[in-house]
């Protein structure tokens, strides 16, 4: 078993950063991707960003690059998504998920354990 718990979510005016961090404790995770998705109100969960444990190689959606980054740090067993430049579309609940054996690390379904998510919300 895995748990997830996210943090750093809170208000933030239009261009301007925020750090949401992921901490995960349970068994050991050494062959887990963790990834970053966000639900905005009226639509689905989409995709963020995705970062490999064994070689750190990330991924991130097309309007993320250059203005999201992720990261981890292995000793604290925690991942990272600092985000800048952000704007109103930006607001959503993020939630960090890790996956035992992710393939592209995009699709919900290849992720078996999720956080409770923590809420992000940028006024203009």
């Known amino acids: 078993q895995v748990q997830l718990v996210e943090s750093g979510g809170g208000l933030v005016q239009a261009g301007g950063s925020l750090r949401l961090s992921c901490a995960a404790s349970?068994?050991?995770?050494?062959?887990?991707?963790m990834g970053w998705f966000r639900q905005a109100p009226g639509k689905e969960r989409e995709f963020v960003a995705a970062?490999?444990?064994?070689?750190?190689?990330?991924y991130y959606a097309d309007s993320m690059k250059g203005r999201f980054t992720i990261s981890r740090d292995n000793a604290k067993n925690t991942v990272y998504l600092q985000m800048n430049s952000l704007n109103p579309e930006d607001t959503a609940v993020y939630y960090c998920?890790?996956?035992?054996?992710?393939?592209?690390?995009?699709?919900?379904?290849?992720?078996?354990?999720w956080g409770q998510g923590t809420q992000v919300t940028v006024s203009s």
């Open positions: 998920a890790a996956a035992l054996h992710g393939s592209t690390m995009t699709p919900t379904y290849e992720y078996d354990y």
């Open positions: 349970g068994r050991t995770f050494s062959r887990y991707g």
């Open positions: 970062i490999s444990w064994s070689t750190g190689s990330t």
